[in-house]
């Protein structure tokens, strides 16, 4: 029962914009944390979509460049043995990033993944905007991300916007999008948790 109740205390698992009120992780262990995915530089659009009425309930993005990391604004992903700071989620390895999934999909919310390929100085300075943006305020998410990617080479046409949908919408339209959704049957509980921290170990 032990490493359960450890697990649950581990990992938030609300999908949503929120207020995040968990203290930023040093310097040292951001640095320390550094993960560089092998594949080519990619900006991943992450979108939770309500699977009954099809509205979003909370935008993330994930940069992988020199380093990947997820850019979760309000967001409310949090665990101890993932440093976070600024709203930034360092360390994403192919298991944190699919705890991350695993921990916003439920029987009532999926996870739309937008990939698109940048090139390396392109994803440099996307990690560059979301690294000195800061915490973002509840209910912001998606005018943060938006915010963000008007700022990148080949994306300063995108429009502004409070709504996960209609960014994930306009992100649709950008040439060599591959787009992947994520389903789970659960009710995104404690159990729910104690999975994303499992998936974290892998």
């Known amino acids: 029962m032990k490493p359960f109740l450890t697990a649950v205390a581990l990992v938030a698992v609300l999908a949503g914009c ?3 009120q968990s203290p930023d ?9 550094a993960y560089r995915a092998p ?4 900006l991943t659009l992450m979108t939770m979509v309500n699977n009954r009425t099809g509205s979003g309930g909370h935008t993330a993005l994930m940069v992988s460049g020199s380093q990947r990391v997820i850019f979760d604004p309000a967001g409310s992903f949090r665990d101890s043995r993932l440093p976070e700071r600024g709203d930034v989620l360092y360390g994403v390895t192919p298991g944190w990033l699919q705890a991350y999934k695993s921990a916003h999909a439920r029987s009532t919310f999926h996870v739309v ?9 392109v994803a440099e300075r996307a990690l560059q905007l979301v690294t000195s943006n800061g915490a973002v305020p509840g209910a912001f998410c998606a005018n943060a991300t938006s915010g963000i990617l008007q700022q990148l080479p080949g994306f300063g046409h995108m429009k502004s916007t409070f709504y996960p949908v209609k960014l994930q919408e306009q992100f649709q339209t950008l040439p060599g999008v591959t787009t992947a959704k994520y389903y789970e049957d659960d009710k995104g509980d404690v159990i729910d948790a104690l999975r994303a921290a499992q998936l974290a170990r892998q």
């Open 18 to 20: 929120s207020v995040d």
């Open 25 to 33: 992780s040093s310097p040292e262990a951001v640095a320390a944390a």
């Open 39 to 42: 594949e080519p530089p990619s």
């Open 113 to 121: 993944s937008q990939e698109i390929p940048v090139s390396a100085a």
